[in-house]
């Protein structure tokens, strides 16, 4: 079964612009979860969707929004970009559901790095 | 506080050592708990989940829960230094917030 990927693997923008990552889950998965990793921040949770719907929000401006479509795939949308913004962007998929246990096991793509000059 | 503390290492052990990690978490409505080790450059992948208060073996992985003291751990028995890695502790509330502590930096040494 293939696994959790996301494009871009790398991007290099400047400060003010926007950008748009894409993560495509597991087969069958129907919860995303996107994160940010920075090394002095550890791992900082974004926002989580199941079923097109945003689930759950982290700590982070309204600059920061994501989508999820019918077939799962979500995508993340950073807009006026802030060098402050440089940092790994990591997807995890889960089954999710209402259920708790092992339906939020998540499972992570190999990430975006993101650089803002 | 913060949500989900660990230990702040780096922890070295020598091979075949066993390895503690700790973690403590503050909301006492969380009820899934999970354990995944990152290699640098790569990244999180989940290596044990326990959802019920006490033990859970895999292999040479150990994970222990207590929810009354809202504290869980992984031991690592007969250490290798392929185990060298971040570990990160990641709890799920009801409220479905996952959160993730700040890592453990595990050295194994040959």
């Known amino acids: 079964k293939a696994g959790v990927t996301q494009t871009p693997r790398y991007l290099i923008k400047t400060r003010g612009q926007q950008v748009t990552l894409s993560c495509s889950p597991i087969?069958?998965?129907?919860?995303v979860s996107w994160y940010q990793q920075t090394p002095g921040q550890g791992l900082q949770f974004l926002f989580e969707?199941?079923?097109?719907?945003?689930?759950n929000k982290g700590n982070f401006p309204g600059r920061f929004s994501g989508r999820q479509f019918s077939n799962s795939r979500s995508e993340m949308n950073v807009s006026t970009l802030e060098l402050g913004d440089s940092a790994l962007y990591l997807c995890?998929?889960?089954?999710?559901?209402?259920?708790?246990?092992?339906?939020?096991?998540?499972?992570f793509g190999p990430g975006t790095r993101l650089t803002v000059l | 506080q913060k949500e989900v503390e660990q230990n702040s290492g780096p922890l070295s052990v020598p091979e075949g050592a066993i390895a503690s990690l700790n973690c403590t978490y503050s909301?006492?409505?969380?009820?899934?708990f999970f354990w995944y080790r990152q290699y640098s450059g790569k990244s999180p992948e989940l290596i044990m989940s326990?959802?019920?208060?006490g033990d859970k073996e895999d292999g040479r992985f150990t994970a222990q829960l207590n929810k009354a003291s809202q504290y869980v751990s992984l031991l690592i028995r007969d250490s290798q230094p392929s185990d060298s890695a971040t570990y990160l502790c990641?709890?799920?509330?009801?409220?479905?917030?996952?959160?993730f502590g700040d890592g453990t930096t595990l050295t194994v040494k040959p």
């Open positions: 995890a998929s889960s089954f999710g559901g209402t259920s708790g246990g092992a339906l939020h096991e998540q499972f």
């Open positions: 087969s069958g998965h129907r919860s």
């Open positions: 969707y199941f079923s097109e719907t945003q689930r």
């Open positions: 909301d006492r409505g969380s009820q899934s």
């Open positions: 326990i959802y019920s208060n």
């Open positions: 990641a709890v799920r509330t009801n409220a479905g917030k996952s959160t």
